[in-house]
């Protein structure tokens, strides 16, 4: 149920349809524009506050269009956020972004099982370790990092900490504010509701 109702795209202040349109366009992957996930309800929850979504889209684009991090990685540390945040909305969206980066269904799987799930490169199992030290901890161990550099340099180890860090923001938000899924992101969402508790 939503809580923040997603403000109509024909009531958007024309400064924020602006800045939303440079946003999609600055991100905006290899598919073709009419496979793209248009993200009405989230964007129109933003556009409720839009000095807060410039801000949050701002900081959210580097992620998107200018991190240090191949979009494998990004997007491994994103999945791994939005199951542990019991995230559906971000979890349905970034399935489809995973897909396109060449993730298999069965290493998208694999995330809600962790980083002792059979596998994952060191590397990778380094970066889904790492995300959940963020999360639960709020830090990286010291045996993690040292993974981490051993393969990461310091501008991509930034991108790491960003990344969750902005991701499990958004999974909090989106949780919070009740954002419902669009249409298009129904065949992505979890089997079991992540967003439900055990």
Partial sequence: ????????????????????????SAVASSAPEENRQPGTNLLGTLAQHPSLAMAFLSFNRHLLSQSTLSVRQRELLVLRVASL??????????????????????????IGEGPDA??????????????DEL??????????????????DDRQLMDVVFTVGCYAMMAT?????????????LPYLPNHPVSSRD
């Fill in 135 to 152: 999360v639960v901890d709020g830090a990286i161990s010291d045996g993690t990092w040292a993974a981490l550099s051993g393969e990461l």
């Fill in 1 to 24: 149920m939503s809580r923040i109702p997603p403000l109509p795209q024909d009531d958007w202040t024309e400064e924020i349809a602006t800045y939303i349109a440079g946003f999609r």
């Fill in 85 to 110: 945040r019991r995230s559906d909305y971000e979890w349905a969206q970034h399935v489809i972004l995973a897909d396109r980066a060449g993730i298999t269904a069965d290493e998208i799987a694999r």
């Fill in 118 to 131: 059979e596998g994952w490169s060191p590397i990778e199992r380094a970066l889904v370790t790492a995300a």
């Fill in 173 to 185: 938000a989106l949780r919070s504010f009740g954002v419902e899924p669009e249409a298009g992101l």
